[in-house]
Nanobody, 125 residues
Framework: VQLQASGGGLVQAGDSLRLSCAASARTFDSYTMGWFRQAPGKEREIVAVISRSGAYIYYARSVKGRFTIFRDNAKNTVYLPMNSLKPEDTAVYYC???????????????????WGQGTEVTVSS
């Protein structure tokens, strides 16, 4: 499975961006999809996760209420619209896919099978 993340850029605090992640998987709906990020000098952290059907969603506390995750299984794509961006959101954002046998959240990055190349988000103050 190949994942192609896009949509990053340089914005000002308070602006919005929408990240997209297109997957090559024929059975995209058999994967839980997650967004993670890694800021300079920091460990990778979870941002948001969506289950196979989209029925279950998890957000990190730091982004809840500002970011939304959704997926379009017909287009093999998962999205992450980000609103009210803050300088602390600056990071490289990665999408990841975890093949699961059921419709549930996968929160540990070690449990993800495939990773995209990352798209950089820089938020200036």
């Amino acid at each position: 499975v190949q994942l192609q993340a896009s949509g990053g850029g340089l914005v000002q605090a308070g602006d919005s961006l929408r990240l997209s992640c297109a997957a090559s998987a024929r059975t995209f709906d058999s994967y839980t999809m997650g967004w993670f990020r890694q800021a300079p000098g920091k460990e990778r952290e979870i941002v948001a996760v969506i289950s196979r059907s989209g029925a279950y969603i998890y957000y990190a506390r730091s982004v809840k209420g500002r970011f939304t995750i959704f997926r379009d299984n017909a287009k093999n794509t998962v999205y992450l619209p980000m609103n009210s961006l803050k300088p602390e959101d600056t990071a490289v954002y990665y999408c990841a896919a975890a093949q699961t046998v059921g419709d549930f959240i996968v929160s540990a990055d070690a449990d993800y099978d495939y990773w995209g190349q990352g798209t950089e988000v820089t938020v200036s103050s």
